[in-house]
């Protein structure tokens, strides 16, 4: 009876719950817009909700979108070659408003394919991008979205052009950007153009509460934008979280003015790509160390321009300084470090952070089988009771180690476990009975993916694993990037 009464819709609440958890499985949501119109009516704003970030085959929501336009506007794209019986007459839903989240450079991909796709001349291209890209976004405007992210990636001259155009437009109607919470910038070639859009930022989008900063050359604009921003932090009094990703700012002036600020730097995630100044560092951690969650590093790109002995020291003491100031850890993701003496550190970091850590990532960049067996041999005995996600990607020479993980690990429930077996005589067939018999026979997951640098697990196995509640599944789909990671939940 109850279930009846979910799929008639008559438990809104609960058939919203089920919904929502599948809020980013795309292909059951449009599954859920079959069963009924209350599920219809559920399911089409999340579907609709960021639709330039969802692979499609095509790219037709574009042509959803400009039925909003009046007639005026569609003389405008009908003078440039696009027929507007290509539009829909009449749609169920107002689609634009449903929008929350808009990627400035994700909407020129899709535009930019959906023109394609439709054969547009080659020398209309550039016009036809812009004008829709303008319109697209006066179309989100007019409608009074309820915008909540807004990231800015910014590559070239055109796409600052396009940008300003948009900005003229958001001048017109600031609510259109004043509750937005999360706000992103990247790869800003030209930082002097948008300076005056920050200044706009800072005086009317008080509601912002997390900030991403994502540039991966450091130059004089790059700095110029991180420097302007912290002027104008101290204005944003709901910020709750800053990240920074793969960023190659933070150098000493950079980190002092952090450090001069008069609120508290609220940094949630850090993931370093580049050796820093190490003095410089301890200062950023000891101002916001208490609030960092998510945390990595790896090969870093100037590992070629130092001695190895320097760089092995630099990242113990980046260890040691995680260790000394950053205990509220949640993940961790160790990529391509190929060190094998910092890895007693490494260990000491898991154990610190046990009580917080549930995601933990470490991928080894080549076959090194000291390394593998290290890891094997010391990790299983210090994870943390449970985690939510495990990612371990290297070799399994030895298939005794790899047992001695298993056993090691046998008090750690995981719910998302993935096993990449790369350069190895070892296969698939050879790993999976120890599986079997301290994974699947003992519940201890509840996804697994594996993978060997060949194939993956045989479908076959797929119903075995099942009879133990344990869903196999891809290890692509199943793997994590931190950048993901931390849009998903910030």
Not at 33 to 40: E, K, Q
Not at 444 to 453: C, G, P
Request: glycine share 2%; with cysteine; net charge positive.
């Amino acid at each position: 009876m109850a279930c009846s009464k979910v799929f008639s819709g008559k438990l809104p609440e609960i058939t919203d719950d089920i919904v929502q958890y599948f809020r980013n499985d795309y292909k059951t949501l449009h599954s859920c817009v079959l069963v009924n119109r209350a599920w219809c009516r559920i399911t089409i704003p999340l579907l609709w909700k960021e639709p330039f970030s969802i692979p499609v085959k095509n790219y037709h929501f574009i042509e959803i979108y400009l039925h909003n336009l009046n007639e005026y506007d569609k003389t405008k794209l009908n003078v440039c070659g696009i027929n507007n019986k290509i539009f829909p007459s009449k749609t169920l839903f107002n689609y634009p408003s449903f929008i929350q989240r808009i990627n400035t450079f994700k909407i020129e991909q899709s535009i930019e394919k959906w023109i394609t796709s439709i054969g547009v001349l080659k020398d209309m291209t550039t016009i036809v991008k812009t004008l829709i890209y303008k319109l697209l976004f006066k179309i989100f405007i007019n409608n009074e979205v309820n915008l909540r992210t807004f990231e800015i990636l910014i590559t070239t001259d055109q796409d600052h052009r396009n940008f300003n155009e948009i900005f003229e437009l958001i001048l017109q109607k600031p609510n259109f950007i004043c509750n937005i919470r999360n706000f992103k910038l990247q790869r800003i070639t030209n930082v002097r153009k948008i300076l005056q859009f920050l200044e706009f930022i800072s005086l009317k989008c008080n509601s912002i509460s997390s900030i991403n900063f994502q540039f991966q050359k450091f130059n004089d604009e790059n700095n110029l934008l991180v420097k302007k921003f912290l002027s104008i932090f101290e204005q944003l009094n709901n910020l709750e979280s800053i990240h920074i990703i793969y960023c190659r700012l933070l150098n000493y002036e950079i980190i002092q003015q952090i450090i001069n600020l008069t609120k508290p730097f609220k940094l949630k995630s850090l993931f370093m790509d580049e050796i820093l100044q190490i003095d410089s560092l301890e200062l950023l951690l000891q101002k916001s160390g208490d609030y960092l969650e998510n945390f990595g590093f790896g090969s870093f790109s100037n590992d070629s321009y130092i001695r190895n002995e320097l760089i092995n020291e630099l990242k113990q003491q980046l260890i040691d300084l995680i260790i000394k100031y950053c205990t509220k850890i949640e993940l961790f993701d160790l990529f391509e470090c190929n060190i094998n003496n910092i890895y007693p550190k490494i260990f000491n970091l898991i154990q610190n952070i046990d009580q917080n850590l549930y995601y933990l990532s470490i991928d080894f960049d080549d076959d090194d089988e000291i390394l593998s067996t290290n890891l094997l041999l010391n990790l299983g005995q210090i994870l943390p009771l449970k985690l939510e996600y495990l990612n371990l990607s290297f070799i399994i020479q030895n298939i005794n180690d790899f047992e001695i993980f298993l056993k090691n690990s046998h008090n750690t429930f995981i719910k998302k476990l993935l096993i990449r077996n790369k350069i190895s005589k070892r296969k698939i067939k050879d790993i999976l009975p120890y599986i079997k018999k301290y994974i699947m026979k003992e519940k201890r997951v509840e996804y697994l993916a594996i993978k060997d640098s060949y194939l993956e697990y045989d479908l076959r196995e797929v119903k075995d694993f099942r009879l133990y509640n344990i869903e196999l599944r891809n290890y692509d789909n199943l793997y994590i990037q931190a950048v993901n990671y931390v849009k998903e939940m910030y």
